[in-house]
T-cell receptor
Framework: TQLLEQSPQFLSIQEGENLTVYCNSS?????LQWYRQEPGEGPVLLVT?????EVKKLKRLTFQFGDARKDSSLHITAAQPGDTGLYLC?????????FGTGTSLTVIP | EPEVTQTPSHQVTQMGQEVILRCVPI?????FYWYRQILGQKVEFLVS????????KSEIFDDQFSVERPDGSNFTLKIRSTKLEDSAMYFC????????????FGPGTRLLVL
């Protein structure tokens, strides 16, 4: 079983602060995805990273795939209350998807 | 905007009963998936389906589970002889292509086994 550990598990910050969420594994993935999940809804894909060392930006969100394709990070600049949610990473290897343990983010106005 | 729909939104069943969870994927998508999320735990991959057959399944997806695309629009997950530990949120997803293509998730069916 591929294990993807996310840290921190919970994060509560003030509006305007920056934050980084980490997704780590001992396994190598062919690609890695980040999702955001609102309560009572399904996950929504934010980004897919494929190449080791790849960096993708989505407005205030910056995603990086580790050089060895075992880990990834999500950095949010100037967090806003609308960023509140559960952030999930998911690694793809072979034909299977492995979701991370999740980071619950709360941005306080 | 097209979306994945799932029915029912909630289902309560007695242990040992069979349940069928239904999903309508986005119409031009070719790949379909089922995931489950036990309360407070991570999302777990169950199965992927393409060209009317299972393309991949996890160790969770044992003989108790089956999937079917009975017609051109529905994609179902059948759980035979439900157990207490089957209580979870079950998500269906679909994508145009495989893996790195965007998967669109449905709103989920919350299953409670008593």
């Amino acid at each position: 079983t591929q294990l993807l550990e996310q840290s921190p598990q919970f994060l509560s910050i003030q509006e305007g602060e920056n934050l980084t969420v980490y997704c780590n594994s001992s396994s190598v993935f062919s690609s890695l995805q980040w999702y955001r999940q609102e309560p009572g809804e399904g996950p929504v894909l934010l980004v897919t990273v494929v190449t080791g060392g790849e960096v993708k930006k989505l407005k205030r969100l910056t995603f990086q795939f580790g050089d060895a394709r075992k880990d990834s990070s999500l950095h949010i600049t100037a967090a806003q209350p609308g960023d509140t949610g559960l952030y999930l990473c998911a690694g793809i290897t072979g034909n299977q998807f492995y979701f991370g343990t999740g980071t619950s983010l709360t941005v306080i106005p | 905007e097209p979306e994945v729909t799932q029915t029912p939104s909630h289902q309560v069943t007695q242990m040992g009963q069979e349940v069928i969870l239904r999903c309508v994927p986005i119409s031009n998508h070719l790949y379909f998936y089922w995931y489950r999320q036990i309360l407070g735990q991570k999302v777990e991959f169950l199965v992927s389906f393409y060209n009317n057959e299972i393309s991949e399944k996890s160790e969770i997806f044992d003989d108790q589970f089956s999937v079917e695309r009975p017609d051109g629009s529905n994609f179902t997950l059948k759980i035979r002889s439900t157990k207490l530990e089957d209580s979870a949120m079950y998500f269906c997803a679909s994508s145009e292509g495989w893996a790195q293509e965007t998967q669109y998730f449905g709103p989920g069916t919350r299953l409670l086994v008593l």
